[in-house]
């Protein structure tokens, strides 16, 4: 009883460390997570004192509680059950399958990380590469009901979409973005997921998968998330405002019921969204992929880095607005609850939505001269025909002889076109890439992709 037991120094280690432990999760932990959920408390009541549309509960919720949420909802567990009678798995492997398809969509929202480094973030980023220009915010979009979810619907011409409008949205809103598979890279996906934005898988015919989907959007319509969706479904690959693919506008469609509104539930209002770039950074890839007749590329990581560096080293010899100008246009906001009252169905919605987006598309000085030569129109012309059917010109202040100079200089620039105009060996389809905007909303049938050209662009 009384002789001395050797025992190991690790093991004594571990012993003091226990209590210790215990000490910090009973007395200083409370302390540490109140200190940090006051501070996140004030900064929500500044962000919201000065948002047009404030940051909803539902987006604040733990990542945890929403996937248990959204797990649980009646209209999941109904899919589970028809999972597992179609498919003969056991129902608790369906459910875990729904478990795993929940956890891969929901996003983990931190106010703290979008409004104080995303935004700002953002911001500096867009001011590296272009001249930024936002188009005319229209009454209407002033007077939107407060109560009502705000939609933005875009056209995708580059991955510069989500931080141009990330910045220019900051001011009014958080919003949550549809984000494809190429976001679901480490560390990549943990910060996207703390931008608010979820994850969904293009192209999954999984009928558990996309009710899941289908209810998580619903969920956060319903709760008021502003949301920035995409409908053509990826990057534009001809340079041209797309059709609208039916599968997110499918779901709010399904949820949505009039009906309820004066019951206290919300009406949901798209703003149509144009964005335009005198540099689109991945017209090569896209150019490439529309040649072969795919929509999957990838960029080496060598060249990607390798651009990078080179972009620093001209933004620190004091170069701005490397690749001209990028554009916002806002068109006229579409009431869902309206539309619905009207008659309109599922396929109207999504032609009047893409029609909108397609016509407030502003008009900058690179697309403009590349159409002027693509269709061998003189510029003053060129605009006569573009103010003639009402498109967004977003020209600079010196009007069309400085508009023509920055956009031969963006041309050359980008090496489309050489120090005399003529355009460069294999450069054809990057120069009707460019083009493809303004020959849209003239209402000119697209140009098919040269499958001839061999040089790699």
Known sequence: MFQTVEIPVWLVVVLFALPGVAALDRVIGPGVRWFFRRRLERLLA??????????????????????????????VLEAVAEHAAATGVPGEVALEEARVYAREIVPGFSALFYFGFATRAARALSAVFFRVRVGVVSEAARAIDPR??????????????????????????????????????????????????????????????????????????AEGTTQAVFPEGGLSLAGRVGAARMGLLSYIWAGFDPAAIGKGARDVV??????????????????????????????PIV????????????????????????????????????????????EALGLRLMAEVERVVPVLPAPLVAASIAMAVPVPELVARLEAVEAVLRLPSGGLAQAEAEGRAALCSRGILDESGTIQPGMGDLLAFYAASVRQRLGEPAVEPDLSATRRT
């Open 270 to 299: 798209f703003v149509p969204v144009g964005l335009a770039y005198d540099r689109v950074l991945e017209d090569a890839l896209l150019v490439r992929a529309a040649r072969i007749g795919g929509r999957r590329f990838r960029a």
């Open 46 to 75: 500044k962000v919201n004192a000065r948002l047009e549309r404030k940051v909803e509960p539902f987006k604040l919720m733990r990542r945890q509680d929403m996937v248990v949420r959204l797990l649980y909802d009646p209209a």
């Open 148 to 221: 009502a979810t705000v939609i933005f619907v875009m056209n995708h011409r580059s991955n510069m979409d989500y931080v141009l409008v990330t910045w220019l949205v900051s001011g009014r809103a958080a919003i949550s973005y549809a984000v494809g598979e190429w976001a679901r890279v480490w560390p990549l996906s943990r910060l996207i997921r703390a931008m608010g934005a979820y994850f969904i898988r293009r192209g999954s015919h999984n009928a558990l998968y996309r009710r899941v989907l289908a209810r998580y959007v619903q969920m956060a319509t």
């Open 303 to 346: 060249r990607v880095l390798w651009e990078a560096l080179r972009i620093a080293l001209k933004r620190a010899g004091g170069n701005r607005y490397l690749f001209g100008t990028a554009a916002a246009g806002f068109g006229t906001p579409l009431s869902l609850s309206a539309h619905q009252a009207a008659g309109g169905d599922l």
